[in-house]
């Protein structure tokens, strides 16, 4: 099977939040890791900032958003990206 590489234009949030997210492929990171580290530890407490950019994200590099293959949702805990070999098979 042919692999299919396309370019996507992503805000520089964007660009944070799936960094980090891909550098911990495999594994959840918490709600609080992702504040710290994309906008920073004074912002601990705005989940709903990690929701809409999780949402835009998914907009943007998942064929199905309702339906995500790379961003999972850990109910209550945060979020897993699912490596590229995983999501793949």
Same mark, same amino acid.
């Given at each position: 099977?042919?692999?299919?590489?396309?370019?996507? &234009?992503?805000?520089?949030? $964007?660009?944070?939040?799936?960094?980090? =997210?891909?550098?911990?492929?495999?594994?959840?990171?918490?709600?609080?890791?992702? =504040?710290?580290?994309?906008?920073? #530890? $004074?912002?601990?407490?705005?989940?709903?900032?990690?929701?809409?950019?999780?949402?835009? =994200?998914?907009? %943007?590099?998942? $064929?199905?958003?309702?339906? #995500?293959?790379?961003?999972?949702? %850990?109910? *209550?805990? *945060?979020?897993?990206?699912?490596?590229?070999? &995983? &999501? &793949?098979?």
């Amino acid at each position: 099977m042919a692999r299919q590489w396309w370019i996507v &234009a992503l805000r520089p949030t $964007e660009y944070r939040l799936l960094y980090h =997210l891909m550098q911990h492929a495999g594994r959840t990171l918490s709600f609080e890791a992702i =504040l710290a580290r994309v906008w920073g #530890p $004074e912002y601990r407490n705005e989940t709903q900032y990690v929701h809409l950019y999780i949402t835009y =994200l998914r907009q %943007k590099i998942e $064929e199905d958003p309702s339906h #995500p293959r790379y961003i999972h949702t %850990k109910r *209550g805990v *945060g979020y897993q990206f699912q490596s590229l070999t &995983a &999501a &793949a098979a």
